[in-house]
């Protein structure tokens, strides 16, 4: 698959709108700033996320995006991320804040405050999807736009190095750290946890898998693979931490074999846990120490340590 077949699959993408937002709350903790923001992403479309920004910062930061997990927890997605509700081993966002990077944790659209129905409810997801199949559009291709323009906006915050964007996911967000590179070439390292899974392997009724609803692109089979997208990320960093007991990550080796030959000048990396589906201190100490050590930015954790409250 090549670059451009993947994004004429995706169908008809949210047209860029100009990069304009504001700050609607402000919360100081210990050692980061909390913001709530609010900024377009399509002309008549406003979007609320939170932006974590560490305190005292000196210079320009590394910016993480941080996507939330489906596991159809329709009702939390971003508070998730900065560890305001739900699993606190998924409040990565705040966790990177103390590293020092700035984190940005948004709502996929039918999570949480983009959640038409206001319930723990698939239906919010689905409407999402299937009022855009019969106009010709994808739910991935909103998905993505969404995040490329918060990227927009998000390059023009002065606490944030533009240059330096890394990328991390569990779950949902496993996907989302492999799809999103693939489509923005701004991304220059990424974390995908616990989703390492080709969409051949999921047509079979009696599989363990189903394909998730936002990964439905008419056609993707004609062209490629969940794998041939991972070979897409290049020249960004990937680093594919799997689970052996998790149903989303069976395919995580053959992927990694596929994909290996094509990351000529990028690290690829993969960890396969002895875990079920899950992001453990471990796992996200690993997953961290990567981010860390790949060029974000040379200089910006020298004498940093790495740990996890």
Known sequence: MKYKQYIKLLGPITKKVKPKGKIISRKVFKNYIQEKIEYFVEKNEKIKAFLLIPKNLEKKAPLIICHHQHASKYIRAKSEMVGLVGDKNLAYAKELVEKGFVTFAPDAIGFEERNKSKKNWWGSEYFELATRLIKGKTLLAKNLSDLSISLDYLQTRKEINKYKIGFIGHSFGGRMAVLFPAYDKR????????????????????SKTRIPMELVVPNILKFGDFKDIVKLVHPCHLYISAAKKDKWSQDAKKIYNYVKPTFKIATLKLKIWPVKHEFSKKMRYEAYKFICSIDIDPTFFIGKEIFIH
């Not at 989703?195 to 392997?201: I, V």
């Open 187 to 206: 991304v220059k390292a990424s974390v995908s946890n616990c989703y390492c899974r080709n969409f051949k392997d999921s047509l079979n009724f009696n």
